[in-house]
T-cell receptor, first 111, second 111 residues
Framework: SQQGEEDPQALSIQEGENATMNCSYK?????LQWYRQNSGRGLVHLIL?????REKHSGRLRVTLDTSKKSSSLLITASRAADTASYFC???????????FGPGTRLSVLP | DAGVIQSPRHEVTEMGQEVTLRCKPI?????LFWYRQTMMRGLELLIY????????DSGMPEDRFSAKMPNASFSTLKIQPSEPRDSAVYFC?????????FGPGTRLTVL
């Protein structure tokens, strides 16, 4: 299976702290994406990183990709209560448009 | 653009009944995906279309499930007959590139 696996399954932090979530996958990829899902809502795309990229930033988000270890991390800096959500990584196959989603990390940011 | 539109938002039905879920993708997107999300199995891809043609239906659980995309602006997912284990949130997503845009989902409860 090429499914990404997020770690940890759940994370609870205080507002203002940084949150780091990890994703590991099994086979080679072209692209890896991170999505956020607020409770009762659909997923929202956060960032895409290509296999030839090592790091990408978007606002308070920083994503890294280590293809040798088949892993990625999502860092949210200076977290806010509004960041409380589930975060998913999605990896593609070597062909096509099909992205496989991991089970997600539930992040709780306490005020 | 209103984003991906799904209807109904909630559906409660009895075992054995036919259920039809509907999706209107974002105009101009050429990919459409149907996902199912449960606590036990996470987010599963059921089927996806490219230019209205089904490309990969390997995630469709069994013959009780069928999906159609008669035109670029409409898709249906039908379950006939429905069973209690089909209870889940069903998401439709569309894409014009790698990023997927998710609808709000349909919460299906089969009694």
């Amino acid at each position: 299976s090429q499914q990404g696996e997020e770690d940890p399954q759940a994370l609870s932090i205080q507002e203002g702290e940084n949150a780091t979530m990890n994703c590991s996958y099994k086979t080679s990829i072209n692209n890896l994406q991170w999505y956020r899902q607020n409770s009762g809502r659909g997923l929202v795309h956060l960032i895409l990183i290509r296999s030839n990229e090592r790091e990408k930033h978007s606002g308070r988000l920083r994503v890294t990709l280590d293809t040798s270890k088949k892993s990625s991390s999502l860092l949210i800096t200076a977290s806010r209560a509004a960041d409380t959500a589930s975060y998913f990584c999605a990896t593609d196959r070597n062909y096509g448009q099909n992205f496989v989603f991991g089970p997600g990390t539930r992040l709780s940011v306490l005020p | 653009d209103a984003g991906v539109i799904q209807s109904p938002r909630h559906e409660v039905t009895e075992m054995g009944q036919e259920v039809t879920l509907r999706c209107k993708p974002i105009s101009g997107h050429d990919y459409l995906f149907w996902y199912r999300q449960t606590m036990m199995r996470g987010l599963e891809l059921l089927i996806y279309f490219n230019n209205n043609v089904p490309i990969d239906d390997s995630g469709m659980p069994e013959d009780r499930f069928s999906a159609k995309m008669p035109n670029a602006s409409f898709s249906t997912l039908k379950i006939q007959p429905s069973e209690p284990r089909d209870s889940a949130v069903y998401f439709c997503a569309s894409s014009g590139g790698k990023e997927q845009f998710f609808g709000p989902g349909t919460r299906l409860t089969v009694l």
